[in-house]
């Protein structure tokens, strides 16, 4: 997927890599309209430096965002490369930079407000086993009630005892945080999440919807873990999705 450095980059290969990766995830998002105007954050960390992470430039829309003008900042959302004329909106990564301070596991972590998530977000029992996808997160996904917009420290207490040990976050009247060992991971358990929460919308506006048992449930979840994906949890599925960004516009790869 990437295209290769020039001679005088400043930037290593890893990280370039990487900002090529996180570009094309951006407006994979857009082409989705997953996007909320210049507002919500995909990040991931660098994998060649220690404490060092990618988020989009606040004030461009995701079908804006290319590889050079990522921002690489520090835990706390700092500025490292200073020479970057774009703005960290910081109060949106206070809950980014919690989880990937606190969980190894965290590469990677998307935090949207499409309607179809925060529509299930706020209703109780949030996501149900009424479909297919919906199943795939039965027992998966942790609830965190609403304290308004999350700028302040003192809620990454609780922020992490409702996650536990789950890696998905559906932060009530709010909306998802999803979270991935990789990128592709990240992006593909977005998708199935979109997807159960669209479904979800659909069939509950048509009428009582059909509950899937438990024991179903079950056996669903377990059958998953036999289906064999090349490249890793969500690679197929994210590079179709970059064949198709780069029939519509490359310049995410500059």
Known sequence: MATALKANSKYSEAEWTARQELAACYRIFAMLGWDEMIFNHITVKLPDEDGSYLINPYGLHFSEVCASNLIKIDIDGNKV????PWHVNKAGFVQHSLFHRELPDAHA???THTTATMAVCSVEGGLRATNFYACNFQNQLAYHDFEGVTVREEEGKR???NLGNKRILMLKNHGPVVMG???PEAFLKHWVLQRACEIQLATCSMGDPIIVPPDVVAVHQRDLHQVQIPGGAGRAEFDAMVRRIDKIDTSWRD
């Open 181 to 183: 060992r990789t990128l």
């Open 159 to 161: 922020l992490l005892e």
């Open 81 to 84: 490369d200073t020479d970057n």
């Open 109 to 111: 972590i998307i935090h």
